[in-house]
């Protein structure tokens, strides 16, 4: 018989049919005459109760069937008496597929901190929460590529391991074959990284946007999806060292444009999730963040407050209240500004533009007021920003300029260039923190909770 998952028993129709399960036990319960066995195998939030008539089975077989154990069930799928499900298996046949030692089982019956799961990342996956994250951190890729492909933009695979900083985004890990303990030396004493696997001095992408770019200038859209990297040595409940980023980089359009894409794409996934994830949100809804499903409506349904830098600045000067954090022109905003601005004073998701020229990174275009760029930030209650990006400077001189001013090396990026010296055009982009958004759409407060093996400063198990 094949196989049916708890998902496909609990939409079937078709009572009195035979059927095969295979799950895990997450409870048993019941008396000496029949056991109520919660069988779940990750399909669907729910699980499915078997019922089995201890009459009819040996002892020793159903000792066995304990919370953790794998087990497979033959039997009728029935209508249920009992309350909270419609369905339940009547079991005729019960094997064995893995013990499970209840005494050392570290998943109990109920109750685990976020803190204590995160030490049993293996395990994790089992419980009703990180199910429901994880099959929706899976809905929204899938629903991010569908997004892109529905609009004409190529999925562009940007390379994992580079030669530049560019970005200058943020610490970088180092990716060498050098022998640590005996690394080869030039005369001068420098480390010779001609004799390194790449002949030159390379470390893990922090962004694929320089290489998205290039993409762009020749197939108009584009967008990437992939792992970057930063060795940020900053240990908060939003940032990790390794995590996954959407970039979308589009060729003849300007911030504007890119505005408007920003907000659509985000309500897009909020919609989606919604459509799709609804026992998983509503699961969440209930036990994790009682705020979550108004929160993700009232994002979707009203337009993003959309103000410059300049006009933010003032806001938080007025603000009645006291910042940990300075607030002056030409500071980078900090996450307690960016929630007050989102939380307190529009209520509402906000598009920052136009910040200071000397916070932001050295391709972003150059306003003529000679002090802003066209940056675009997107901030969102309780996450922060969640989309940084901006409109591209296309004109070579002006980026040259820049370059010699933050002493960018330009012959280190001379590819980078000839796009704005062979048919440059006006282009924009940005790029969304996968994270970030899962975070949002979860209502999981802490990042380390939404990627399946979180990386943080001294911490890289599993
Ligand atoms: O603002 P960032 O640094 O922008 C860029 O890297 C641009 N090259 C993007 C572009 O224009 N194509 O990072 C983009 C987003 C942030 O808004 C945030 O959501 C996320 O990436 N992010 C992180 N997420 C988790 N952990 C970290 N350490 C992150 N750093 C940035
Ligand atoms: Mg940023």
């Known amino acids: 018989m094949k196989r049916s998952t708890v998902k496909e028993l609990l939409a079937f129709t078709e009572i009195n049919s035979d059927v095969l399960l295979k799950g895990w036990v997450r409870t048993r319960r019941g008396n000496n005459q029949v056991a109520f066995i919660a069988i779940n195998d990750g399909t669907i939030i729910h699980s499915i109760q078997v019922v089995a008539d201890l009459q009819s089975f040996p002892e020793e077989l159903m000792k066995r069937v304990t919370t953790g154990s794998s087990i497979s069930v033959t039997g009728k799928l029935v209508e249920s008496m009992g309350k909270g499900q419609n369905v339940e298996i009547q079991a005729a046949e019960i094997r064995i597929l893995g013990d499970s030692d209840p005494e050392v089982y570290p998943l109990q019956k109920k109750g685990h901190s976020f803190e204590f799961l995160r030490e049993n990342a293996h395990l994790r996956f089992r419980t009703n929460t990180f199910g429901a994250v994880f099959r929706i951190r899976h809905a929204l890729a899938y629903a991010i590529h569908k997004y892109y492909n529905d609009r004409g933009f190529y999925c562009l695979h940007t390379p994992i391991i580079t030669a530049s900083d560019a970005e200058g985004a943020g610490a970088m890990f180092k990716v060498t074959t050098f022998d640590l303990d005996g690394i080869p030396r030039n005369k001068e004493g420098d480390v010779d990284f001609t004799e390194d696997f790449f002949g030159r001095p390379t470390n893990l992408t922090v962004s694929g946007q320089l290489e998205g770019e290039l993409g762009a200038l020749a197939l108009s859209s584009i967008y990437t999806f992939g792992p970057t990297f930063r060795a940020e040595n900053s240990n908060t409940p939003r940032h990790v060292a390794e995590f996954w980023m959407i970039e979308p980089e589009m060729a003849f359009c300007d911030i504007t444009d890119n505005m408007d894409l920003a907000e659509d794409f985000l309500k897009y996934l909020i919609r989606y999730t919604l459509d799709h994830c609804q026992d998983d949100l509503e699961f969440l809804n209930k036990m994790v963040d009682k705020g979550l499903?108004?929160?993700?409506?009232?994002?979707?349904?009203?337009?993003?407050?959309?103000?410059?830098?300049?006009?933010?600045?003032?806001?938080?000067?007025?603000?009645?209240?006291?910042?940990?954090?300075q607030v002056e022109w030409g500071l980078d905003l900090q996450a307690e500004h960016e929630r007050y601005l989102v939380e307190q004073h529009f209520k509402r998701p906000v598009i920052l533009t136009d910040y200071p020229r000397e916070i932001k990174a050295f391709y972003m275009k150059q306003n003529d007021d000679g002090k802003t760029v066209r940056a675009m930030d997107v901030l969102f209650p309780l996450i922060g920003e969640i989309i940084g990006g901006s409109q591209r400077e296309e004109e070579l001189d002006k980026l040259q300029n820049r370059m010699r001013e933050m002493k960018i090396p330009e012959d280190e990026l001379w590819w980078y260039l000839e796009t704005r010296k062979f048919g440059t055009v006006e282009h924009s982009g940005f790029g969304l923190g996968f994270e970030r958004l899962i975070m949002f759409i979860t209502g999981m407060s802490n990042i380390r909770d939404v990627i399946p093996f979180p990386r943080t400063p001294k911490s890289a198990e599993f």
């Open 293 to 325: 499903l108004e929160r993700l409506r009232f994002v979707m349904e009203h337009p993003f407050e959309r103000k410059t830098y300049s006009e933010a600045v003032e806001i938080l000067m007025k603000a009645d209240r006291k910042f940990e954090f």
